[in-house]
């Protein structure tokens, strides 16, 4: 299980996070949501330690990781798939999800079948370069490299953007998939309201950097949460 | 034929472009009218990209024509020169100025003269003040004005890069998945936005939210691998099988 | 010149009479004058008695040459008697018998030079000429086809008719065809002789033609002349596979300058200035490591350089290591930065090195067997430039292995394209990050044992390959290690082809003014990277 | 302090000509340090200030003027290139101080602030191609330099000399390569083919500093033996031989005043003295070190005599002025400003030292070479009343040609 | 209109700095000649050429900003312009030794006449005009800079491409400089000069005047430079800098942006040269040597790039350096000079005027954070790149 509690987060002068705790149980879904610039990516930069934090504590299995660099994260079982794909652009597709064998045991350096059968245009793009890919096939591309470290928890910000909605579908099943079939946790932030809704767990709301809401899917839907999203 | 060009504000025909032999676009064509809105959809690696960039100049087709406002033949054209011609482009990946200002990056998109010695001896008018102003309000950015680009969120860059767009006050406005990573709320906005900015112009926008496709309420072209797949009232066009196949799902 | 032949064909003359009824020690009288004018001040003199001494063939002769060629023979700082001086023992050059009443003090060695060396190499020639020893025979043969004095001509006619070796007959016989077509004999004996010279279509086989054009009889004049061409025609080619060759050996100096930079550079994005440093100090490891081996274990001498290898790689690498940790590391995402902290980390390593070891170049032996040429068809090919192109290929194909084979080289450019992310796929970022730069910098410093065979030694060494290195980099297309290589042989052998016509110096600027100009054509070099995410 | 009397050594430390004149440097410092143990000049001791030009020219001419007029020097000793040379003689003149300046040059040159202690072309270059007509039976020659002014003007001079002498245009080339060069694959073959005439050929090498060393390298890779083709170089000394296997380079000649290996009871001394200050008894000593040592010598006999370090006593009690040099004899400060001393011609042995193979009598330095059009009715005398450094002989006048 | 923007529109800074060299360039000069050599405030006359050099140093280096700090073009060539503009300037003052010459040669400088030549090459001609040479100090590098920049910014090279190119550049005309045959004295170069227009170029009042010069032109081109740079256009090429395919598309045509820009910076670069050659009294192709350019680079980088103080402090600063400890530890200095580009990298990332300043502009945005805390509302300024590890 992933703890975060009460963390801030600044950048230079200006303060990101306040205070933000928030729990992502294994076998579970948990979505943080709220408006652009809350603070949602830097929650999940704080999680997976591509920023420092200023107060507070993360700790995933009762392993604190506060202070601890993104690779050793990963070689806990952290999978990123971050904000605007950030797929290598000058490695093939092939290489890009070799890319996520660094923190697993040798026996298990292969691909998973999964992925390709969640993402078929990966299998026939293995040759092309990552950054030639279309915004679309980068995230996918993004995801499943994720999946290749066989993370523990996987942590995806927006993960829907810009991809088609069939694979949108794919990719909801795909993360529920994985929640009931390894029971790994997933941390899940997003826009796409109807998405949340349908996988989420558990959801947290985010705005000016804290957390002003939190509840079963179901209270999305509570005119206390919709104040928070809109406008 | 000829009739259809000088009636459109944009007319590709036949266009076609392949990167180490894989056809991203395979004889595509594809006409705008002058103050039309249109919106397009299609599976990721349709083209639609790619059919931007062909637009705007920063790739050229292997073949195919490619003509902007009666008999302007684009694919002579640098980029500058397509920008100047009034085609203005948001990018698919948010790209500012990130070392301005909120101010300056849209300063810099302003509609004057874009010369040497026009920008040296610029001077801010009250009317460009007004302009740049009204441009931030609408966006929502006028709190942050100050603020460099490069501190914004994900979001907030697109706003800012939509205002950038307003600011160049283009005739053809080519828009590339304007609401990735924005709130439904915003969404909505930025639909309401972009109908207001069609009556006066040309605008091309490409999304996969079919939420927002159907807020605009106006025709829609599915492109896929690399050609029109379907074309007609978004009614029409999600109802069709090919594009439920292909891009819809089930 | 031809006063000499003529004096030297009488000697010769009177040499065949009085060799019939000389005793041994009439002989032993007539070779002490000859002797004495070895003494004389002037090298021309020198040369004469030497001559002359040859012309005895006497069989003391070669021993008294030798004794001369190894600085043995003294006289008077006037001139005058020569002795043999041993140690503090001076005795007779002839007889050996001690001379007494003359100390070694008041004697001065005779002195050579290479005038003198050349005409006792010919003298011993023709004393060897009928020498048992095979190699003798073969090398005298050599060296009159070399000095092609037509005075030898009646000795080489003797030697040949008992000669039975095949080898050294057919050199005899080349060597003869030389001396004939300069001098008057039958047209029949003159075409063998031109048919003979030809055969050799070298350079020296050309001079040899067109001087005996100028004298031939008209009806020689269109065989000589055809043979002329062919040979010119046949050099011509060969003179396009040498530029080729050239070429191909500067572009292989290049490629090891320039390959350590193509990783920190090319990979890692790093401006490294310091690059040439390390260059320099794989050149001064190999110093170190041969000067230890020749004083630890003298008889693994000829080996120092391949124990230099793999030290060089390993110094120099972990100096590379020990910089990434210390400076670069501070530096990612500000690579115009790294440009001012390695050409200060330049100055430094410059200046150590200027401190430990002074200023001077040190002295970097090459081994035999990276010594001397052999002959390939018309191109004499140098062993040093032979091993260093078979030695920049291997470097080149390790490296490219390792970049596109092996699991650190794909975390080396995941690294590098997107530390960050990387970092968050479970990358170990800073080990990736010092192995990179420490295999740059190790490449660097084997490129530097390579370098010390052909180039100084000495703390500027980095300094000389800087900026061509940067050059082949950016040339072949940054980031791409086959545009490194293609770059490196471009510029190699479009160098070689312009500097015979243009000569060096507008060579060197006629290739950078085409650097800038194909730039233009390609503005990403020569193996571009192309796509997408190249803005 | 007053006590003391300061002395400004100008040699570049750092960059690329340090590899030459460190060298310089320290046979400077143990010359002061040696006249120190003598009791100094005039009762004070001697203070040597460094400073590093770094091999710079303005830098030079920047460091000149701050010993002069910071340091206030007596004198400077230093630069080694012509064009560090050039940069710093205004600064010279303008001030009013003294450089001594000890490597071999092109000549053309004569200022009434500067002593050049090495060697004029006639001291070196037309010595060396006698020796090769004479001796070495040479009649085809391949000029072969750095393409700087320095080899420029040397080969100008040989060109002319060697037509004068009878040999044939098509038998001379010249030929130029940067500096540094270091790719000496196509010039060698070059001079291979060219040897091949049938023609004795000989190699009168100009080339400079660094790139020497792959040149004689290569010379050895493709085989070229001084018994075929003899080089004979001014710019290669002890110093220069001792970064290369020497072995396949033997009978190879250079041409200088001075060797390490001159029989001279000075000369032992000398080197003692040197071992004994760089406590390393393998540093080498070089021509350029003894042109430092004759013209320290001079100017501390001259400020003897004039009782003085001022500038203009000094400079009228140096001429004339007769010191030992290292090669047994006495070298005189001419009027010219430039000395006297003999030329020897010295192989390259295995070792590392040269083998003098000639040594000719005294010759005086020649400022304005006979063989050049515009400077052979030029001669220079600083004694008064002439005090001209361009004196033409043909038209009586002062200042140079004319036309 | 433009005048008006070159007093209103400058930052303060760059206006006090201006004064401050405005008052240098006369109060040097002034005390050197005024006051007598034992007066503490008196400048001695080996102190005025060498901070002479400095400004022209500082100046080359300003020009070099211009194109590097605010338009992202990194020069390795910058020293090529400026050595041309010297060469222009020595080319004039070797004409007017005239007949002052060894060879008393009245047309032909002495070089010429030892290696035999017999007329000036056609390119001499005029240069023993001022008006002519003073043109040509602006021309030359100018059009060089345009050719060059007009061929390379049309063909889209840039980043590193362009850097070795500038590099080539500057390396080709030292080996051509360097040659004899160019007729430009090899590499003894140009020197012993006599005069300039008039006057005795060794001259106590011809230094002093030189140096003012030399302030007052300094002075001038940065407020120049600020008015460029604060203009549209110099936001302009800012936008180049940083994204510059996104300029594109707003329609600007960048190839001209940068051509105006490196051009201009040429002449500056040019002038720099001019004013520098008859201060140190020799002008030679090691000025060509790409080592030279990359220390403008340095200079820039150490005083601040993008900002239009960092390259005057940094050029003066290590200038002023080299020359104090080439002196003082001429066996050591290296290392010190080594160790300061080593050490404003790691504890000055962005220059010394650039983290003075930043360093001010983070205590402001503390101060408003501070405010905002107690307000509650984020507004403040983010610093961008302050992220431990930053990527690409
Ligand atoms: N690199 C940065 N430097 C300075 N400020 C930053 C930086 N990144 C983000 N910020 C600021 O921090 C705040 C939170 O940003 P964050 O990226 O976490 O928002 P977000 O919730 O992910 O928004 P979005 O939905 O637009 O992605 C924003 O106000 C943003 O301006
Ligand atoms: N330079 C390139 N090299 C190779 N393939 C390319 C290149 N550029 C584009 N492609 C391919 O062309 C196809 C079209 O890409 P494009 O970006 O236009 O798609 P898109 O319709 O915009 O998709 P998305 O909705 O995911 O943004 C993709 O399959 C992409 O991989
Ligand atoms: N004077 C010389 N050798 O430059
Ligand atoms: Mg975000
Ligand atoms: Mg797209």
Known sequence: MLTVDNINLHYGAAQALRGVSITAPMGKITCVLGRNGVGKTSLLRAVTGQHATSAGKVTFNDTIMNGMAPYNRARLGVGFVPQGREVFPLLTVKENLESGFAPVARKDRFVPEEIFALFPILKSMLGRRGGDLSGGQQQQLAIGRALVTRPKILVLDEPTEGIQPSIIKDIGRAIQYLRDSTGMAILLVEQYLDFCRELADHVYIMDRGEIVHEGPAETLDTPEARRHLTV | ?250 | MQLTSRTLRIVLLFLGLGLAFATGARAQDALKPLIDGLGATAFPQKVEAVKQLAATGDPKVPGILEKLSAGALFAPKTGGAVYLVEGDVVSDPVTGAPVEGVAAGSLQKIRLNNMLRGAIGDAMSQLTLLSPDRTARLSAAQALLASGDTANLALLDGALAKEGDAEVKAAMESARAVLILKTDTSAEDKKAAIENVAARGDRGALNILTAALATAPPDLVPVIQSRIDGITSSLAIWDVVQNVWYGLSLGSVLLLAAIGLAITFGVMGVINMAHGEMVMLGAYTTYVVQQTVASFAPGLSTFSLAFAVPIAFLFTGLVGVAIERGIIRFLYGRPLETLLATWGLSLILQQTIRTIFGPTNRQVDNPGWMSGTFDFGGLAITWNRMWIIVFSLAVFVALLTLLKRSRLGLQMRAVTQNRRMASSMGIRTPMVDAMTFGLGSGIAGIAGVALSQIDNVSPNLGQNYIIDSFMVVVFGGVGNLWGTFVGAMTLGIANKFLEPYAGAVLGKILILVLIILFIQRRPRGLFALKGRSIE | ADDTIKVGVLHSLSGTMAISETTLKDAMLMLIDEQNKKGGVLGKKLEAVVVDPASDWPLFAEKARELISVDKVAAVFGCWTSSSRKSVLPVFEELNSILFYPVQYEGEESSRNIFYTGAAPNQQAIPAVDYLIANEGVERFVLEGTDYVYPRTTNKILEAYLISKGVAKEDIIVNYTPFGFSDWQTEVAKIKEFGSAGKKTAVVSTINGDANVPFYKELGNQGIKATDIPVVAFSVGEEELAGLDTKPLVGHLAAWNYFQSVDAPANAEFIKQWHAYTKNDKRVTNDPMEAAYIGFSAWVKAVEAAGTTDTDAVLDTIIGTSVPNLSGGYSTVMPNHHITKPVLIGEIQADGQFEIVQQTPQVVGDEWSDFLPDSKDLISDWRKPMSCGNFNVATGKCGGKGS | MFTTRLIHAHEKKVLVLAALILFIAIAVPASNLLLDPGNPLHVPSHVVPLFGKYLCYALLALALDLVWGYCGILSLGHGAFFALGGYAMGMYLMRQIGARGVYANPVLPDFMVFLNWKELPWYWTGFDSFPFAALMVLLVPGALAFVFGWLAFRSRVTGVYLSIITQAMTYALLLAFFRNEMGFGGNNGLTDFKDIIGFNIQAPETRATLFAITGIVLALVLLLSSAIVQSKYGKVLIGVRDAESRTRFLGYRVENMKLFIFTFSAMIAGVAGALYVPQVGIINPGEFAPANSIEVVIWTAVGGRGTLIGPIIGAVLVNFGKSIFTAAFPEFWLFALGALFVATTLFLPKGIVGTIQQGFASRRDYKAAAEAEKGRTVSTRDPVDVQPQAAE
């Open chain 2, 1 to 250: 034929m000829d009739q259809k060009i000088t009636n459109s504000l944009l007319y590709l025909d036949g266009v076609s472009v392949s990167f180490d032999g894989f056809k991203a676009l395979n004889s595509l064509s594809f006409v705008v009218a002058p103050g039309e809105l249109r919106a397009i959809i299609g599976p990721n690696g349709a083209g639609k990209t790619t059919m931007m960039d062909i637009i705007t100049g920063k790739t050229r087709p292997d073949t195919g024509t490619v003509y902007f406002d009666g008999q302007i033949d684009l694919t002579k054209k640098d980029e500058a020169d397509i920008a100047q011609l009034g085609i203005g482009r948001k990018f698919q990946k948010p790209t500012v100025f990130e070392s301005h200002t909120v101010w300056d990056n849209i300063e810099l998109a302003l509609n004057r003269k874009r010369g040497v010695f026009a920008t040296l001896f610029y001077t801010l008018t009250p009317a460009d003040k007004a302009r740049i102003e009204e441009i931030l309000e609408t966006v929502r950015m006028t709190a942050r004005k100050d603020h460099l680009a490069g501190s914004l969120s994900h979001g907030q860059k697109q706003w800012l890069e939509i205002g950038m767009l307003l600011a160049q006050e283009p005739k053809l406005l080519l828009v590339d998945e304007p609401v990735a990573g924005m709130t439904d709320a915003e969404t909505t906005e930025t639909a309401i936005l972009l109908k207001e900015i069609a009556k006066t112009r040309s605008v091309v926008v490409v999304e996969h939210d079919m939420g927002f496709i159907r807020d605009l309420g106006v025709k829609v072209t599915c492109l896929a691998e690399g050609s029109v797949l379907a074309e007609g009232s978004i009614d029409f066009v999600s109802n069709d099988p090919k594009v439920i196949e292909n891009y819809l799902g089930r």
